[in-house]
T-cell receptor
Framework: GQSLEQPSEVTAVEGAIVQINCTYQTSGFYGLSWYQQHDGGAPTFLSYNALDGLEETGRFSSFLSRSDSYGYLLLQELQMKDSASYFCAVRDSGATNKLIFGTGTLLAVQP | DTEVTQTPKHLVMGMTNKKSLKCEQHMGHRAMYWYKQKAKKPPELMFVYSYEKLSINESVPSRFSPECPNSSLLNLHLHALQPEDSALYLC?????????????FGPGTRLTVL
């Protein structure tokens, strides 16, 4: 089967940098995505890595190492509004449109 | 327009009721999805429609019945639900062969089954 593991909770202070890790086991691999979901809100796409390395989008960066089956989301200059759940996701190897989500990480940003 | 809309926002129903959830998008996406999400858990895929045809049913009980009337609309018909079906129901859409895994989610319908 396919599985993605994330830490359940991470706490950091405003202005800090935080890294949310994701390790995955898949029978095929078509890239790693990250989604943000505020409490009571809709998941929102943040980033996608198909190849190894770092992708930067403003304060958020995402990294992938296919050889290690590992990726992370890096959030810099943390703001209170970054408090949310973060999910990594991979495409199912047998179905083009099926996403497998990670267990999710609840990020709490403190003043 | 990069928005997926869902109605209603909240729904309370009894176990003998019949109700429907509605989802709409105008991004030209030809793949649409229903997810179920419990508190503090990731979204769990229920159904996928591709080009208005059901392409994935994740062994969902028959008391949930999806329908895709056209390329912009997706419905989820509910009948004889159980209290454990109480959850946030999310609709999403995407290109069929799109960039990475980018799906656009609606705000969800918070369903309570009494």
């Amino acid at each position: 089967g396919q599985s993605l593991e994330q830490p359940s909770e991470v706490t950091a202070v405003e202005g800090a940098i935080v890294q949310i890790n994701c390790t995955y086991q898949t029978s095929g691999f078509y890239g790693l995505s990250w989604y943000q979901q505020h409490d009571g809100g809709a998941p929102t796409f943040l980033s996608y890595n198909a190849l190894d390395g770092l992708e930067e989008t403003g304060r958020f960066s995402s990294f992938l190492s296919r050889s290690d089956s590992y990726g992370y989301l890096l959030l810099q200059e943390l703001q209170m509004k970054d408090s949310a759940s973060y999910f990594c996701a991979v495409r199912d190897s047998g179905a083009t449109n099926k996403l497998i989500f990670g267990t999710g990480t609840l990020l709490a940003v403190q003043p | 327009d990069t928005e997926v809309t869902q109605t209603p926002k909240h729904l309370v129903m009894g176990m003998t009721n019949k109700k429907s959830l509605k989802c709409e998008q105008h991004m030209g996406h030809r793949a649409m999805y229903w997810y179920k999400q419990k508190a503090k858990k990731p979204p769990e895929l229920m159904f996928v429609y591709s080009y208005e045809k059901l392409s994935i049913n994740e062994s969902v009980p028959s008391r949930f019945s999806p329908e895709c009337p056209n390329s912009s609309l997706l419905n989820l018909h509910l009948h004889a639900l159980q209290p454990e079906d109480s959850a946030l129901y999310l609709c999403a859409s995407s290109q069929v062969e799109g960039r990475g895994n980018e799906q656009f989610f609606g705000p969800g319908t918070r369903l309570t089954v009494l």
